[in-house]
């Protein structure tokens, strides 16, 4: 990949002011949609993305239906107004591989153990893209089936990491992804310690790798914090409330 | 094909009977009288990324609606003018009963019915939106998204679109050395009228204005009309198997006129136009 412009300043500030440890602000809003058993909006820097979670319920066809655990159905979607040219409202190929990635990501920390014969459905709507949506997606989805009640081992988080002007940086923006050297997005499950989502394209020597892998892993850190707040924001006032328990 | 379907969302019946005791009554179970429409909250501007955009609330159904524009050429018969797209996606976000996939036949009928407000009223001046005669002109796209379902999907939707097209500021092209270049600049969209769409169902003899989800459920006949800024009907689109008697479609359209000025006045209110 060929860089047309130094993507960061002298003084060591991004495109987009930030410093190259700096997520871009973060809020989760718990249980926006009400129809949905769970669900999320959350924005991540100028990324708008709702997830919402249907289930433990009925599988639809029967067949499909497993007798020791349960079926996990995930779609990541882009609204046509999402992006800077329109998107047609027809799943791409890069939508349906995300909503397989997606899925992968967050199976991991589910107990599906606990609910043989039925399906869990995720819906992650992208209103407005910004890079890192998937990152998001996954970080929105997580939180809607904590407030589903779905039985879960640990959270997964997620975040970016990249690699822009020959610098290690967290949580890649659009335009570091477009113009940028390497991006590296990773779901982790914090407390377990385990990562469930690994992609990566750019170039990245094995130093770069190991420093690019830790960073990203600080990014989803923050983001749990987040995460971690927004429910109990959501289920008990606010964290003071908590405490007082 | 089209063919006659159960109601996905089922209602009780004793919680039909109560429905209908309720009714006769003059008062719906949520609490509303028979013409009382939900609380309608509008925010716009909230898709950075579109050239306008709205996030509308109807009681608890919410539709998000954003305008892309791009150039393209015109459609056929219509060489000088603009060309305009409204498309309508109910997402499986919304509802327990949605499932993904290409549209039904409910979803396409949404899209249509809330297109032909648009288009027929002639709520934006296409004429205006042309840049070589018969060859490349503006394409205003209309999408809107249905992220929260309890009824009343028609009118929802139509308020989306509407206060998404007239907030909007449309993208400036120009033609240079026979290629369409982005001026960077922005212009009003040539609004000349505003349309707004009002839905009232008939239950029994009792007609109710803006049903929710438990409602449609329950209801015989839906018929929604547009009206425009001059109070002229624009559009109509009669659903479901039951009817109307011909007095009935004259109070509707008596009450799309008044309820479609109220709407109107606090659209204007929001968006500052004339």
Redesign the interface.
Known sequence: MVQSRSLIDESGKRSDGRVIDELREVKINVGI????DG?ALIEFG?N?I???V?GP?EVHPKHMALSDRCVVRC?Y?M????????KS??PSRRETEISKVIRESLEPALILEDYPRAAI?I?I?V???DGGSRCAGISAASVALADAGINMRDMVSACAAGKVDDKIVIDINDTEDKEGGADMPVAYMPNLKKITLLQLDGELNSNEFNTCLDEAIRGCLKVYEIQRSSLIEKYFGNEKGLKEE | MSLSKKSTVIVENLRKKQMRESISAGKRLDERGLDEVRPLVIELDVIKKASGSAWVKLGNTEVVAGVKVETGEPFEGLENSGAMIITAEVLPIASPHVEPGPPDEETIELARVVDRGVRESEMLDLSKLVLIPGKIVYTIFVDCSIINVDGNLFDAASYAVISALASSKLPVFEIKDDKVVDTGKTQEPPITTIPVSVTTVKMGDYLLSDPNTEEEACMDARLTITTNSKGSIVAMQKGLKGNFSVDEVKSIAEKARVKGEEIRGKLKGLINIG
Request: a positive charge; hydrophobic letters at 35%; glycine letters at 0%.
């Open positions: 949609i009400k129809n949905a669900s100028k708008k709702i997830a919402a249907y319920r779609r979607h609204s046509p107004f999402s992006t800077d040219t329109r409202p027809a459905d819906f709507e209103l407005q893209a």
